[in-house]
């Protein structure tokens, strides 16, 4: 996405059509956010209630594995004074290329994690 996400573009760009039809074709699957000001808005609020989502701590992102992905392809990333279109096709090709061992290794370090943020109060933890 290019520029600041907004509530209504988060709503009308990714949750309704993409998280709603993921969702929808995945019985039993839960939806996993964290607390940006977008993903609390009202209007995904009230589109998710459809849809079971695992309840986010405040401060809290390392609960998200895509977190994990991003900060791997941030320390990736060559440094750059480019335009936008050179960055994002960069990344792209870093997301690409990203081993999906690493993606295992964080999905299946979940339970820790959960465990770990239990066991801080719901703050955010070295995990």
Avoid at 97 to 125: E, F, K, Y
């Amino acid at each position: 996405m290019r520029g600041t996400l907004t509530s209504q573009c988060y709503f009308d760009d990714i949750i309704r059509p993409h998280v709603g039809y993921f969702l929808n074709g995945l019985p039993g699957a839960i939806f996993q956010q964290d607390n940006a000001r977008p993903h609390t808005a009202s209007v995904a609020q009230v589109f998710l209630r459809h849809f079971q989502t695992l309840p986010s701590p405040a401060r809290s992102p390392n609960l998200s594995p895509v977190e994990h992905v991003w900060d791997q392809l941030k320390r990736q990333m060559p440094s750059c004074h480019s335009v936008h279109d050179y960055l994002e096709l960069a990344v792209q090709d870093l997301w690409a290329h990203l081993p999906q061992d690493n993606i295992s290794c964080l999905i299946n370090s979940m339970p820790d994690r959960v465990v770990a943020c239990i066991a801080a109060g719901g703050v955010s933890t070295r995990n």
